[in-house]
């Protein structure tokens, strides 16, 4: 007979050489942590929830993991759950997304922060979210044209996080 295997990586031993353990010990000798793949939980808003659903109703959404800052992309990955409620507290949906780690960029644990494909504007013009401004007749953009002038125009956003697409 072969021995299990266990897959994943040893964490700090739980209990010290000399130690008395039981069967019924409530822990175990070491956690033993799966890291690939490796599942990430997050949560949206639940204003995006309709959109999600819709939009996975179509097919397998993208989902792309990032340092907790935003600056560094880590992993890509797929949504694979959604719960079943909204946190009455929060107002937020939990949602779960399974990526490879083949790299082990993700760490069990770690604080990411979560993109999730949900529609590819074609023909778009991106542009920072701080360089949209509030005025009192609403949102508006400095473009500058060829000749060096500049107009003041009210953008048509679609979405702001972290970039806009402006139309």
């Not at 999730?116 to 949209?132: C, S």
Request: glycine fraction near 8%; charge should be neutral.
């Amino acid at each position: 007979p072969t021995s299990p295997h266990i897959d994943g990586r040893a964490g700090l031993r739980l209990v010290d050489p000399g130690s008395i353990v039981h069967a019924t010990d409530a822990t175990g000798l070491v956690t033993v942590t799966h890291m690939q793949p490796i599942a990430a939980i997050f949560t949206v808003p639940q204003d995006a929830l309709p959109e999600i659903r819709e939009n996975m109703a179509k097919g397998t959404l993208p989902v792309e993991a990032f340092s907790r800052d935003g600056a560094k992309e880590l992993a890509r990955g797929k949504l694979v759950f959604v719960d079943s409620q909204v946190d009455a507290a929060t107002g937020q949906v939990r949602l779960k997304a399974l990526f490879e780690n083949k790299g082990r960029s993700l760490w069990p644990g770690q604080f990411i922060s979560a993109r999730i494909l949900l529609r590819t504007e074609q023909d778009a013009i991106t542009i920072p979210a701080k360089a949209v401004q509030h005025g009192p007749s609403g949102t508006y953009v400095y473009i500058i044209n060829t000749d060096n002038t500049v107009v003041i125009q009210p953008p048509a956003l679609i979405t702001v996080n972290g970039c806009v697409a402006a139309v």
